[in-house]
Nanobody
Framework: QMQFVESGGDLVQPGGSLRLSCAASGFTLDRYAIVWFRQAPGKEREEVSG????????NYADSVKGRFTISRDNAKNTVYLQMNSLKPEDTAVYYCAAASESTYRSGVYSEPDFGYWGQGTQVTVSS
C-alpha cells in the first residue's frame, strides 16, 4: 500500500521541541512536493508547511514561522518537521501528503490535490 507513515508525535510541555518524520511506504517521494497538515479537535485541517521536491523551496503558515523547520532526505525517502517553542495551540494530529511539483509551485492548491495520506501522528502540548 502506498502511503506515508508519520511518527514522532508525543506529549510535550509548552516551549518544548519535537521532530516529526514522514516516511514514504511503497513509493519514492523524490519527485513530489510534500506538505505537512494538522487538524486540531473541532477544527478543519490546515496547512502547516511545504517543501518542493528538491528541498530548495519551502513555505510556512504564519502561525509557525520562525518555530518550525521542514526538511527532506530523499535518500531516506523521508520528510521531517522540526518543531521548536511549541505552544498549546500546536496541539493537533499532524499529517503529511504529496502533490506534484507543478501544483505546489503554483501556490494554488487544496486537499484534493494531495495523495498518499497517512494516519497522522498526535502532538499534544500541555503542562
Amino acid at each position: 500500500q502506498m502511503q506515508f507513515v508519520e511518527s514522532g508525535g508525543d506529549l510535550v510541555q509548552p516551549g518544548g521541541s519535537l521532530r516529526l518524520s514522514c516516511a514514504a511506504s511503497g513509493f519514492t517521494l523524490d519527485r513530489y512536493a510534500i506538505v505537512w497538515f494538522r487538524q486540531a479537535p473541532g477544527k478543519e485541517r490546515e496547512e502547516v508547511s511545504g517543501i518542493s521536491s528538491s528541498g530548495r523551496r519551502t513555505n510556512y503558515a504564519d502561525s509557525v514561522k520562525g518555530r518550525f523547520t521542514i526538511s527532506r532526505d530523499n535518500a531516506k525517502n523521508t520528510v521531517y518537521l522540526q518543531m521548536n517553542s511549541l505552544k498549546p495551540e500546536d496541539t493537533a494530529v499532524y499529517y503529511c501528503a504529496a502533490a506534484s511539483e507543478s501544483t505546489y509551485r503554483s501556490g494554488v492548491y487544496s486537499e484534493p490535490d494531495f495523495g498518499y495520506w497517512g494516519q497522522g501522528t498526535q502532538v499534544t502540548v500541555s503542562s
